[in-house]
Structure formats: structure tokens, C-alpha cells
């Protein structure tokens, strides 16, 4: 069953932060690959961070040192802590599973056929 539903989202200040999470049902968790992308009106989809089953990270260079993508093995929940925000990163905000383990570029929105509906962040300066 393919399930992810994404919760979190909001309004919040220049500098302030967030959590996201992703609620997923067993069989989208249990994938190799995990990951956050976010859409800005106008934008084409871009990857934010990513987590493979062996826990290796992968992030966007304009989110290093500010997002942290982490797993909850016990919840099939994964989660993006947002510190530091900025107005830039206003967006919608979705969690994807990737379907096969690959070599091809985890923040790759084309590697991930199974999406959630999103969830809305709007950062104001």
C-alpha cells in the first residue's frame, strides 16, 4: 500500500523553524530512498534533502547546515527540521519514496514515482 501524507507546514519569520513529517504506510518506509523536494510557484520541483535505508544523507547546497532530514523506524515517519528559514525557501513542501535502490542522483525528482499531496511553508522577511 502506498501511503505518505505529509503535516507541519505553516507560516513562520525569518529565522524561525519547522518540523515537516511524513507519515508513510510500511511498504513506501520500507524503500531504499527517502527524500523532501518543495515546488515554488513558478519553479520547477527541486530536492531538499534525502535519507537512504543505511541512513546516508544527501541535501541541497542551498539547505546545507540549516534542514536536517531523519527517520523514525518505529512510526514509518520521516522528518525535515527547518532552522534558520529563510524567504526562499517558501514552497510546498513533499515527501517522495524512491521504488528501486539507484545510483542516480538522490535529489532527482524523476527517481521517485510515490509522492504525497504536500503541505505548505511560507517564510516572511
Known amino acids: 500500500q502506498v501511503y505518505l501524507a505529509e503535516s507541519g507546514g505553516g507560516s513562520v519569520q525569518a529565522g524561525g523553524s519547522l518540523r515537516l513529517s511524513c507519515a508513510t504506510s510500511?511498504?513506501?518506509?520500507?524503500?531504499?530512498?527517502l527524500a523532501w523536494f518543495r515546488q515554488a510557484p513558478g519553479k520547477e520541483r527541486e530536492g531538499v534533502a534525502a535519507?537512504?535505508?543505511?541512513?546516508?544523507?544527501s541535501y541541497a547546497d542551498s539547505v546545507k547546515g540549516r534542514f536536517t532530514i531523519s527517520k523514525d523506524n518505529v512510526e514509518n515517519t520521516l522528518y525535515l527540521q527547518m532552522n534558520n528559514l529563510e524567504p526562499g525557501d517558501t514552497a510546498v513542501y513533499y515527501c517522495?519514496?524512491?521504488?528501486?535502490?539507484?545510483?542516480?542522483?538522490?535529489?532527482?525528482?524523476?527517481?521517485?514515482?510515490?509522492w504525497g499531496q504536500g503541505t505548505q511553508v511560507t517564510v516572511s522577511s
Open positions: 510500511t511498504y513506501v518506509y520500507r524503500q531504499p530512498r
Open positions: 535519507v537512504d535505508s543505511d541512513g546516508v544523507t
Open positions: 517522495a519514496a524512491v521504488k528501486f535502490r539507484s545510483s542516480g542522483d538522490p535529489l532527482a525528482a524523476p527517481e521517485y514515482p510515490y
